[in-house]
């Protein structure tokens, strides 16, 4: 299905990842190319939080090859290519901080030990908050601000460190309208400027229009991997791949059984 | 002999040194814990100290530097048994807090030492410090400085989102080993000012006065340090000066002087966020019907004393459940 780029930001070549001994991830093929904005899809527990830390390098795989840049994860050292907005309801930790001080963390990966911040870092920051519409925030404290602002807040933090890739978990959870659309808005300033991003989402909303594929994950494995998806044909989508060609709008809606067999034969093809 | 004539006394020049040393050092460090959440833990490693302290009397070797070894062991394991998730936090650290207070008492009685010999750790003793206890205490402030301050970036990124911090590329699990060893030293620092018991009070109450008032992690850590030593010099100057009269001891007058100015900045900070939470700006809704007041007979403005929070391009006037907007000549209902 995936052409397989050796050097595309991401490759997973049938990965397989096991929590606590139990596998979650099974045989699972996926490729974000460079410039592409993926959205993962699929109901609570069907892996896609799981693969979303296999490819940050949070949780290790057992089988297959996870590669980033072409690079296989176990090797690449370059982390400050790759931006990651974990899944989080506030960006506030016990000790008050302002939205400059959270958002200039993001620079950690690039900032060399006991050297003080330099004029780049500071560049960096200043143009991540822009991109995030939050510089009339910066010197509020994070908790002062609502749960969609600190989601920004969280974005803003991953983009100051210049990635080439930004890897999203559920930045959409719990956040309300007006800040969907603010967010739907800094991820289109980034898919302009060519950022490729992997989005897992629970709703897509707003963001609809700036995505070029979606994949649906179910029971840890790849259901769909085609044309975009809302959140509400993905959640009754199970026989898509097999006509792969045609878009949402041609789905039946007729409830389908998944068997393994239906992605053997995927595979096979 | 007056007051000042105390100060020209050794043990009390030493007892200011360490005071002031202690006061910087354990903020610092507390800081940290505070953000990741874990305030108690400096509770624990001093426990933990306690037999540390214990081995050094049955050793006969100096009790401040088995209690670094006893506490750095100590917090290794708490933060391996932490990162493991086996345990939860509170739990792993409830355990050692019990085995370290007993194994103290039970080693301390093999030694054939006393309650009082134990109390002089448990409780501080200022009093007693030696010009060695100074020099050690000095190396020990300075490297606790050093690397909190150094790496303050890495330590806060670390501190406030782990799973941010790994991915972008920093050995997550080496700074919270530090954070740890940071911890356990510093409260062998502490040990001879406030005691093992009342230790963690020094990393924790001050960093609670001072995010009452502050706004940024910086100013935090700063204004936690300057409470610490107003907080451990203060407490120690004024029971000197107590006990002329009644027997006052240091460390316990250092956390309530500490505990005092928390309390007096409390209400601040209970104004200052109530403040906050009602000038933050409304959202900006598009498409809700224009509907105006009817006759008003109040004129809002600068100074009229009812809150003027940011709505888009303009205020709201915000009295006794409405929000009033300028429109012409009138108020529209926002």
Not at chain 2, 62 to 76: F, K
Not at chain 2, 109 to 117: V, Y
Not at chain 2, 136 to 144: D, E, K, N
Not at chain 2, 291 to 306: D, K, L, M
Request: aromatic share 4%; glycine share 10%; with cysteine.
């Amino acid at each position: 299905m995936t052409t397989s780029d050796p050097s595309a930001p991401v490759v997973l070549d049938q990965v397989s990842v096991p929590i606590g001994g139990r596998p979650v991830l099974r045989d699972v093929d996926l490729t974000v190319r460079s410039g592409e904005v993926v959205t993962l899809l699929g109901p609570n527990g069907s892996g896609k939080s799981t693969l979303v830390r296999a490819v940050t390098g949070l949780l290790p795989h057992t089988r297959g090859t996870v590669r980033l840049f072409g690079t296989p994860i176990e090797q690449f050292r370059d982390w400050p290519r790759l931006g990651f907005v974990p899944q989080r309801s506030s960006a506030a930790g016990g000790v008050p901080a302002t939205v400059r001080e959270v958002v200039a963390s993001g620079r950690v990966g690039r900032r060399r030990l006991l050297r003080p911040s330099g004029a780049a870092d500071r560049v960096a920051v200043e143009s991540a908050l822009e991109v995030v519409g939050l510089v009339d925030r910066a010197s509020y404290g994070v908790s002062q601000l609502s749960g969609g602002q600190q989601q920004r807040v969280l974005i803003a933090r991953a983009l100051a460190g210049e990635p080439d890739l930004l890897v999203l978990d559920e930045p959409t959870a719990g956040v309300d309208l007006p800040n969907q659309q603010a967010l739907a808005d800094a991820l289109g300033r980034l898919k302009a400027r060519g950022a490729t991003i992997l989005l897992v989402a629970h709703e897509i909303g707003p963001m609809m229009p700036l995505i070029d594929r979606s994949v649906v994950m179910r029971d840890g494995r790849v259901a769909y991997d085609g044309p975009p998806l809302t959140q509400e044909v993905a959640s009754h989508t199970h026989h898509a791949h097999d006509h792969p060609a045609d878009g949402p709008g041609s789905h039946d809606h007729v409830p389908h059984v998944a068997s393994p067999l239906d992605f053997e034969r995927r595979n096979r093809s | 002999m007056t007051f000042w004539d105390l100060f020209s006394l050794g043990f009390m020049q030493r007892a200011l040194i360490a005071a002031l040393l202690t006061g910087l050092a354990a903020p610092a460090i507390g800081t940290f814990l505070v953000q990741r959440r874990l305030a108690l833990l400096g509770d624990g490693i001093g426990h933990v100290a306690v037999t540390g302290v214990a081995i050094g009397l049955l050793t006969g070797t100096s009790p401040t530097w088995t209690a670094v070894v006893v506490a750095v062991l100590g917090a290794v394991l708490m933060e391996l048994i932490r990162e493991r998730g086996h345990t939860n936090g509170d739990v792993a650290l409830a355990l050692l807090f019990y085995g370290g207070l007993a194994g103290g008492v039970l080693i301390t009685g093999i030694a054939g030492e006393g309650a009082a010999t134990l109390q002089a750790f448990l409780f501080g003793s200022l009093n007693a410090i030696s010009v060695g206890d100074v020099w050690s205490t000095i190396v020990l402030t300075v490297v606790v400085l050093t690397v909190t301050l150094g790496l303050l970036p890495q330590l806060f990124a670390v501190a406030s989102d782990p799973d941010f911090a790994r991915v972008a590329g920093l050995r997550v699990r080496t700074y919270n080993l530090l954070i740890a060893v940071l911890a356990a030293v510093s409260i062998t620092v502490a040990m001879r000012t406030v005691g093992l018991l009342l230790v963690s009070a020094l990393m924790v109450v001050p960093v609670a006065t001072s995010q009452q008032v502050a706004r940024s992690f910086r100013t935090t850590l700063a204004g936690a340090m300057l409470v610490g030593c107003v907080a451990a010099v203060g407490g120690l100057v004024l029971s000197a000066a107590l006990s002329f009269r009644v027997t006052v001891a240091p460390g316990p007058t250092i956390v309530l002087l500490a505990l005092a100015m928390f309390t007096a900045t409390w209400p601040l900070g209970v104004w200052l966020r109530r403040r906050s939470r009602l000038m933050a700006p409304f959202p900006e809704v598009t498409a809700t019907p224009h509907r105006s007041t009817v006759e008003h007979p109040h004129e809002h403005g600068e100074a009229c004393g009812h809150p003027a929070v940011p709505h888009g391009d303009h205020v709201d006037y915000v009295h006794d459940g409405h929000r009033h907007a300028v429109h012409g000549e009138h108020y529209d209902e926002h």
